[in-house]
């Protein structure tokens, strides 16, 4: 029997370890991103891969003068320098509700942040897709394999953006000579709600119907579905941009911009969302839907501040007063249209084959309720903790103690993207006391993918790309 071996000196045995240590670690520091175009090089051929459609979301277009060409969003480094964007105002101020600006093409990137460009070339160099030109016939082989990147006005009522996305894949039909073709959706923010109206509806607008009639066509045009970052039950966040604007660049959109477009009110909370809350953390039964809410509040276009600006746009005082009394009443038109596109997308869902992915952010704690404070110069909504300080008086005049301390950055946050919380890309409405858990309104999810990625650049992530490409490119 051999003798027991001696231990190594501490020394040796620190750096025995360390040799262990990098010696299992080696091919893990070797790979710390997916090699995209070796894992999909077996797959970039398939003559059946059908066309995809990518849709943009909110303000992922530019607009542009339909005449002259002349770019009105982003415009440059000097626009998010300088512009207030009251130019993206005109549909509100025009008579018949519209203006000479239209989409141009992706907002592939500003002052150097990636919005689309990486997405759009890892469909281009590692899935092989070309991008189409609708009214263009299909080629054969590898010339077939087409993505369409479908550009829709932001500003506009996004049942504009459903019915004209019918007629893109209508067209396709016809350039593949195939009636019966079906396409996959990659849909980002604002475009997954478009594409899940679609889904649900299809061209028809059931938004005044008494109750929403079901489409059954979905699933003949439409194969695969990826939702990224959508929120299906909207976002706290554009409850504060219709109270305070929305900070872009160096600059904030003033809230009679924000409120002349129809697509923020589409991604308010869900009625059934619990989303303004008192400074005890209790909810408030206030009705964002309601336009005498905010009317009786003298929130956003019925600020005295907002009403001044808009009335000195107009060259006679009579001039300002219509301008004010049109922007409000398009401001309960939006809130009207709204609060049914939201109801629309949680009603019962008829089944169907297509296969929906949801991919988003979770690490970033993400507006998820609005506190709402009481003063002497009225109410107010405040989405940031730290604007309140870290802890409530019950009393007047009284020093908080312990026991009065809340936590108002986990009471007004959960977790998320930093513009949608995650439950809200999920899409299930949270259940009332006494209720059971029923998914009949949910849409049929086949996969879920999250990852610690902020809401702009959730399509820039190389991991979103990777597992977008598998569920594109799977058989």
Same mark, same amino acid.
């Given at each position: 029997?051999?003798?027991?071996?001696?231990? !190594?000196? #501490?020394?040796?045995? &620190?750096?025995?370890?360390?040799?262990?240590?990098?010696?299992?670690?080696?091919?893990?520091?070797?790979?710390?991103?997916?090699?995209?175009?070796?894992?999909?090089?077996?797959?970039?051929?398939?003559?059946?891969?059908?066309?995809?459609?990518?849709?943009?979301?909110?303000?992922?277009?530019?607009?542009?003068?339909? #005449?002259?060409?002349?770019?009105?969003?982003?415009?440059?480094?000097?626009?998010?320098?300088?512009?207030?964007?009251?130019? !993206?105002?005109?549909?509100?101020?025009?008579?018949?509700?519209?203006?000479?600006?239209?989409?141009?093409? +992706?907002?592939?990137?500003?002052?150097?942040?990636?919005? /689309?460009? %990486? +997405?759009?070339?890892?469909?281009?160099?590692?899935?092989?897709?070309?991008?189409? &030109?609708?009214?263009?016939?299909?080629?054969?082989?590898?010339?077939?394999?087409? /993505?369409?990147?479908?550009? /829709?006005?932001w500003r506009k009522d996004n049942i504009e953006a459903v019915r004209q996305l019918h007629a893109l894949i209508e067209q396709i039909r016809i350039d593949y000579n195939d009636p019966k073709?079906?396409?996959?959706?990659?849909?980002?923010?604002?475009?997954?709600?478009?594409?899940?109206?679609?889904?649900?509806?299809?061209?028809?607008?059931?938004?005044?119907?008494?109750?929403? #009639?079901?489409?059954?066509?979905?699933?003949?045009?439409?194969?695969?579905?990826?939702?990224?970052?959508?929120?299906?039950?909207?976002?706290?966040?554009?409850?504060?941009? +219709?109270?305070?604007?929305?900070?872009?660049?160096?600059?904030?959109?003033?809230?009679? &911009?924000? %409120?002349?477009?129809?697509?923020?009110?589409q991604s308010l909370p869900h009625p059934a969302v619990q989303s303004i809350v008192d400074v005890n953390g209790n909810p408030v039964a206030l009705d964002i839907y309601d336009p005498e809410?905010?009317?009786?509040?003298?929130?956003?276009?019925?600020?005295?501040?907002?009403?001044?600006?808009?009335?000195?746009?107009?060259?006679?005082?009579?001039?300002?007063?219509?301008?004010?009394?049109?922007?409000?009443?398009?401001?309960? =038109?939006?809130?009207?249209?709204? =609060?049914?596109?939201?109801?629309?997308?949680?009603?019962?869902?008829?089944?169907?084959?297509?296969?929906?992915?949801?991919?988003?952010?979770?690490?970033?704690?993400?507006?998820?309720?609005? +506190?709402?404070?009481?003063?002497?110069?009225?109410?107010?909504?405040?989405?940031?903790?730290?604007?309140?300080?870290?802890?409530?008086?019950?009393?007047?005049?009284?020093?908080?103690?312990?026991?009065?301390?809340?936590?108002?950055?986990?009471?007004?946050?959960?977790?998320?993207?930093? !513009? &949608?919380?995650?439950?809200? =890309?999920?899409?299930?409405?949270?259940?009332?006391?006494? =209720?059971?858990?029923?998914?009949?309104?949910?849409?049929?999810?086949?996969?879920?993918?999250?990852?610690?990625?902020a809401h702009d650049q959730l399509t820039n992530n190389t991991y979103f790309q990777n597992n977008l490409l598998y569920f594109l490119l799977s058989r």
């Amino acid at each position: 029997m051999s003798a027991p071996r001696a231990p !190594l000196p #501490t020394p040796w045995r &620190v750096f025995s370890l360390c040799l262990l240590v990098l010696f299992f670690a080696a091919p893990v520091l070797a790979m710390d991103k997916p090699d995209l175009a070796r894992l999909y090089e077996n797959s970039a051929h398939d003559p059946n891969q059908p066309p995809v459609i990518l849709i943009h979301g909110l303000m992922g277009s530019t607009l542009v003068d339909a #005449t002259t060409r002349k770019e009105y969003w982003p415009g440059g480094l000097g626009a998010l320098a300088f512009s207030d964007y009251r130019s !993206l105002v005109q549909m509100a101020d025009a008579e018949d509700g519209n203006d000479n600006l239209v989409p141009g093409d +992706l907002v592939y990137g500003i002052a150097g942040v990636d919005f /689309y460009s %990486a +997405l759009v070339d890892s469909l281009e160099k590692v899935g092989n897709f070309h991008r189409g &030109v609708p009214g263009q016939p299909a080629g054969t082989g590898d010339a077939r394999r087409h /993505y369409y990147v479908f550009l /829709y006005d932001w500003r506009k009522d996004n049942i504009e953006a459903v019915r004209q996305l019918h007629a893109l894949i209508e067209q396709i039909r016809i350039d593949y000579n195939d009636p019966k073709l079906r396409v996959d959706i990659i849909a980002h923010s604002n475009g997954g709600l478009i594409a899940n109206y679609y889904l649900r509806y299809g061209p028809t607008d059931v938004l005044e119907q008494p109750e929403f #009639t079901p489409w059954d066509e979905g699933d003949q045009r439409i194969r695969r579905l990826v939702m990224l970052g959508t929120p299906s039950l909207g976002s706290v966040r554009s409850v504060e941009r +219709l109270l305070y604007g929305m900070r872009i660049g160096l600059r904030t959109i003033p809230v009679e &911009v924000m %409120a002349s477009l129809a697509t923020p009110f589409q991604s308010l909370p869900h009625p059934a969302v619990q989303s303004i809350v008192d400074v005890n953390g209790n909810p408030v039964a206030l009705d964002i839907y309601d336009p005498e809410m905010w009317k009786a509040r003298h929130w956003s276009v019925y600020s005295p501040e907002v009403m001044t600006r808009v009335r000195s746009s107009g060259d006679t005082i009579a001039a300002g007063d219509a301008a004010v009394a049109r922007l409000q009443s398009l401001f309960v =038109q939006h809130l009207h249209r709204a =609060q049914r596109f939201e109801l629309a997308l949680t009603a019962r869902f008829r089944r169907s084959a297509v296969e929906i992915a949801v991919f988003g952010g979770d690490c970033r704690l993400t507006s998820a309720r609005g +506190l709402l404070v009481q003063d002497a110069s009225g109410s107010r909504v405040i989405f940031r903790p730290a604007e309140n300080g870290p802890s409530r008086i019950t009393e007047p005049g009284k020093k908080p103690s312990k026991a009065d301390r809340i936590d108002y950055e986990r009471l007004l946050a959960d977790p998320g993207d930093g !513009l &949608v919380t995650r439950s809200s =890309q999920v899409g299930r409405l949270p259940l009332q006391p006494g =209720q059971t858990r029923s998914d009949a309104a949910a849409l049929p999810v086949a996969q879920t993918f999250f990852l610690c990625e902020a809401h702009d650049q959730l399509t820039n992530n190389t991991y979103f790309q990777n597992n977008l490409l598998y569920f594109l490119l799977s058989r």
